[in-house]
C-alpha cells in the first residue's frame, strides 16, 4: 500500500517523470499483431474523408469472414504505448499543480487536458450531424401538416 500513498502525494509520479527524461525510451520489441501496413497512412483527403480507405476491406469482408491476418496494423499514433506516454505527461502536471494549490491531484482533469480537445470537436461534427438530420424531419413533418 505504500506505493498508492506515495502515488496520491506525487513524489513517485516526479520520479518517474525525472526517471524518464534521463532515459531514452526502449524502442518497441514487440512483434506486430497484423503486419499489414494502415492504408490511412498514404490516404488523400477524400479517401480519409469518405472512409474509401477501407475498401479493400470491405471487399474481402463481402466475400468472406474476417480473420486476424485481414487486418491492419495500428497506427503508431494510436498505440497504447504512445497515448499512455501522453497520458502520463499531463498527470504528471496535474500532480504538480495538485501539490502548488494543496488539493488531491485529479485523473479527469488530465484524461479531459489530454483528450478533451479532438473529443469535443468530434463530438461538436456529430451534434451537427445529427442535428442536420433531425431539422430534415422537422422540415418534411411541417411541409406534410401544411399541405
Known amino acids: 500500500m505504500p506505493a498508492v500513498a506515495s502515488r496520491s502525494s506525487g513524489s513517485l509520479t516526479v520520479a518517474r517523470a525525472a526517471l524518464r527524461r534521463s532515459t531514452p525510451a526502449p524502442?518497441?520489441?514487440?512483434?506486430?499483431l497484423y503486419p499489414k501496413p494502415n492504408p490511412l497512412q498514404k490516404a488523400n483527403l477524400c479517401s480519409r474523408?469518405?472512409?474509401?480507405?477501407?475498401?479493400?476491406l470491405f471487399?474481402?469482408?463481402?466475400?468472406?469472414k474476417l480473420?486476424?491476418?485481414?487486418?491492419?496494423?495500428?497506427l503508431p499514433e494510436d498505440r497504447s504505448q504512445h497515448?499512455?506516454?501522453?497520458l502520463q505527461g499531463y498527470w504528471d502536471q496535474e500532480?504538480?499543480?495538485?501539490?502548488k494549490d494543496a488539493r488531491e491531484p485529479s485523473l479527469m482533469k488530465?484524461?479531459?487536458?489530454?483528450?478533451?480537445?479532438?473529443?469535443?470537436v468530434w463530438g461538436m461534427l456529430t451534434f451537427l450531424e445529427e442535428a442536420e438530420e433531425w431539422l430534415l424531419v422537422a422540415k418534411i413533418l411541417w411541409a406534410e401538416s401544411n399541405h
Not at 474523408?49 to 479493400?56: A, C, T, V
Open 49 to 56: 474523408l469518405f472512409f474509401w480507405w477501407l475498401n479493400p
Open 95 to 99: 500532480v504538480l499543480r495538485a501539490q
Open 67 to 74: 480473420e486476424a491476418n485481414d487486418m491492419y496494423s495500428v
Open 59 to 64: 471487399k474481402i469482408g463481402h466475400k468472406r
Open 27 to 32: 524502442a518497441c520489441t514487440m512483434p506486430l
Open 83 to 86: 497515448l499512455g506516454e501522453e
Open 110 to 120: 488530465a484524461i479531459i487536458k489530454c483528450y478533451g480537445k479532438s473529443y469535443l
